[in-house]
């Protein structure tokens, strides 16, 4: 018996410690709100931590033991999702849906497993990229582009997931007008929205390899490597001479690199030949 008073004092004793602590923390940050969830239990453990050392009112120990495991479990259950309320989760999926809660019914749906209805609540709360998600592991890439395509309005990076998610539901010409304008802040993706349209549009594809051309050469003035690739996109561009001019100071720049390095002789010989097939 005498165990079980020390075992029972000891874990209030712990718990009215760690307490003191977060309301401690709560103070210094300025966290109201929280210091006074804290004191819904701390109150009471620090008053368990007085009856059970002097193992008076043991009526009342259980009472503040099953009030603190209680508060403690639904503690748990909102700080594990903190946007649900406690009782929503009570509630079916479907139920929610009718009264409006579309996030929770779609935190629901998705746990079923049944990511179509979960994707179209997430986007009635408007948690457009939840929604996107759902609806891309739903096989559903239409939605989940036009999703990213809205959010794309207040954030250009998602145009690249918008292209990305139009490529996988076959719509490339979508995809590829995308990606271009995506490439007008990111140059970088300038030749990926290239190849894009070598599959749907010749003449667009080749006035974006100009464009691509003309963002290596400039690069190369930094970094000469770069004049291969300007001399290649000029090519697919249809610029056979400025593809000749781009390889002509692609050689000069491995020839300098040559002479410490022999390796890049190769890539010299490797130039000279692409010359030669252009030149035919």
Known sequence: MEILKILIAGIFVICSIVLVFVSTISIYAKNLKLFAYTLLFLIPSAYAVYLS?????????????????????????????????????FLSASLLEKRGKYYAAARKY??????????????EAGYLESAAYAYEEAGNFEKAAKCYEKLSKNETAYLSDASKMWKKAGNLRRAAELLEKYAEAEEWYLEDAARLWEKVDTEKA??????????????????????????????????????????????DY???????????????????????????
């Not at 491995?254 to 000279?272: L, T």
């Open 206 to 251: 080749k006035k974006l390899w100009t464009k691509v051309a003309k963002y290596y050469e400039k690069e190369a003035e930094e970094e000469g490597v770069f004049y291969e690739d300007a001399a290649e996109a000029y090519r697919k561009a249809g610029s056979n001479d400025k593809a000749m001019e781009m390889y002509k100071k692609f050689i």
């Open 254 to 280: 491995c020839k300098k690199q040559a002479k410490n390095d022999k390796s890049w002789e190769k890539y010299v010989k490797e130039a000279e030949e692409k010359t030669k097939a252009l030149s035919r």
């Open 53 to 89: 050392i002097f193992w008076i009112n043991t009526e009342q120990i259980l009472l503040i033991t099953i009030y603190l495991v209680f508060a403690i479990a639904l503690a748990i259950i909102k700080i594990s999702e903190p946007d649900i309320g406690i009782l929503d989760r």
């Open 110 to 123: 998705e746990r079923k497993g049944k990511l179509e209805k979960a994707a179209e609540c997430y986007e």
